[in-house]
């Protein structure tokens, strides 16, 4: 198809999203390159991607761009390459996150650069999403979320927890100091390890770089904020076991995880390539497949739209220290992760993808999960290693 009826179709694609090429608003397509059409329509999400990064089209408001394409489905009536079916199709086939590709995703997403990770997220370096209600900022809201999973997990002084995919130990710091347990934190990222243990020092917490399968230890509690996207959904089952076996009779399990609302057979191509690779989003049906006979589901509460605002503060941080950040990282890397963290934000708008927070027990709670854990609280004071309220002194 010649390129200006190419562009007659992506304009009356567009117009049904309310987005006009080269209009005025905000949301608005500015294109700099009409070979854009022909590469969006051959190559779907994976050319719309890579022909922002090489600088084709920009949008001010690349977010709501996203949220009204998503709204009017448009994502949908785009053909794919060949390539991109291959890719699907190998997801599909193939085991990719098996032992021997399981630190791969640490290496080019994790370890890309502390630098980069310190001056985007909150103050504790969380880096899945936030819970706002009553919170003024990004650090307010973290804390929000970390205390609402502690007490979900109803964490009491002298406990052993598991957090499997510890990130930089944000939930195990917050745990350590403010309920007083001991936290056994595992990631694949040897970035993480190294700055995690620093942010930890002094704290009743071990960071190990692990995976998952490699665990068999017993804990009082499990929580896994964020990991099980790069399980893939050939290894849920073996997720949930390993959980299983760590985790005591009476013991919480408590995953958070975003979710597609539908199930899929692998991630975008566009975002494989360049973000998460080997990772995918579960969906409810693969999650009750996974955990049928070793869990009882005691609580499932979807916080997914809270991710919209977390990744616009994430992006207002890594734009406002840009200035820094470009001396280590390319013009392109710029445009690359802006694209990720603003059409993520547009997706969680949408409510195309979700966020759900899963309280599971191996037995059932006798009485059943109290909601009365659920109300926002006040910040909570430390608690020393006696269990009485005070103060955490030997943290750096």
């Not at 051959?42 to 719309?48: A, C, H, I, R, V």
């Not at 007083?180 to 390890?193: C, M, N, R």
Request: with cysteine.
């Amino acid at each position: 198809m010649k390129r200006e009826k190419l562009k007659e179709k992506a304009e009356y694609l567009l117009e049904t999203a309310g987005i006009e090429i080269n209009g005025k608003r905000s949301h608005d397509i500015q294109v700099h390159d009409e070979r854009l059409f022909s590469r969006v329509f051959s190559q779907g999400e994976l050319g719309l991607g890579e022909s922002y990064m090489d600088g084709w089209w920009d949008v001010p408001n690349l977010d709501e761009f996203f949220y009204r394409v998503i709204m009017a489905r448009l994502q949908h009536t785009i053909q794919q390459d060949w390539h991109t079916m291959f890719e699907l199709l190998r997801a599909q086939v193939f085991n990719l996150q098996k032992v021997s590709r399981a630190f791969e995703i640490g290496k080019r997403h994790y370890d890309v650069g502390n630098d980069l990770y310190r001056a985007m997220l909150d103050k504790r370096m969380t880096y899945t999403c936030a819970v706002w209600d009553n919170a003024a900022n990004l650090d307010e809201a973290q804390e929000a979320k970390l205390d609402l999973v502690c007490r979900k997990l109803d964490l009491r002084p002298g406990q052993r927890v598991l957090d499997i995919g510890c990130g930089w130990g944000s939930f195990a710091a917050y745990a350590a100091e403010k309920y007083g347990v001991d936290v056994v934190g595992v990631t694949i990222s040897k970035e993480q390890v190294a700055l995690g243990s620093e942010m930890t020092r002094g704290l009743p917490v071990e960071i190990r770089l692990q995976d998952y399968r490699d665990l068999d230890e017993r804990f009082d509690h499990i929580v896994s904020l964020g990991m099980i996207e790069h399980v893939g959904k050939k290894n849920y089952r073996t997720f949930m076991q390993v959980a299983d076996r760590c985790l005591d009779e009476k013991g919480l399990f408590l995953l958070q995880t975003i979710s597609s609302n539908i199930s899929l057979r692998g991630a975008s191509p566009w975002t494989h390539r360049y973000i998460f690779p080997n990772s995918m989003l579960p969906s409810i049906k693969q999650l009750g497949s996974s955990l049928e006979g070793l869990f009882t589901v005691e609580d499932w509460q979807n916080i997914g739209a809270g991710y919209d605002p977390t990744l616009m503060a994430w992006f207002k941080n890594f734009d406002a220290n840009w200035s820094q950040l470009k001396e280590q990282y390319s013009d392109r890397f710029y445009r690359m992760w802006k694209f990720y963290l603003l059409s993520s934000a547009g997706s969680f708008r949408a409510r195309r993808i979700q966020v759900y927070q899963v309280a599971l027990s191996k037995t059932g709670i006798p009485g059943g999960f109290s909601r009365s854990r659920y109300p926002t609280a006040a910040p909570r004071k430390a608690v020393a290693r006696n269990g009485e309220p005070g103060e955490v002194t030997d943290r750096k």
